[in-house]
């Protein structure tokens, strides 16, 4: 067993599956809700996780609003990326108006 609080990063496959396992639990008793703590009982995972994967594929497929978290990790890092672009044009813009300043006062010869 792993440490604990230590995430564990699962194949694709088999993230679709255990979603996927869900959904036909879901179905073969006709109820649209349920199902996730025993599917992650039965492939041995956190029922967060399998939780949080499910929302995330309903989110995709439409079936639920939201954002897919793929999609907010890299909204995260443009805003992050944007933030220090700002900072940077903001740095230069400094510089430019000082060095104009300076040429503004040095003597013509």
Known sequence: MGKPGRPRTYPDSFRERAVRLVWEWRDSRGI???GIAEVARQ??????T????VV???????????VPAG???RIAE??????????A???????????GAELDRQPKK
């Open 43 to 48: 492939l041995n995972i956190n029922r967060e």
């Open 32 to 34: 649209t809700t349920g």
């Open 56 to 66: 995330d594929e309903e989110v995709v497929e439409g079936n639920r609003p939201g």
């Open 78 to 87: 443009l805003e992050r990326e944007n933030k220090e672009l700002r900072r």
């Open 89 to 99: 044009n903001e740095i230069l813009k400094s510089a430019a108006a000082f060095f």
């Open 50 to 53: 399998l939780r949080k994967w």
């Open 71 to 73: 999609t907010k990790a």
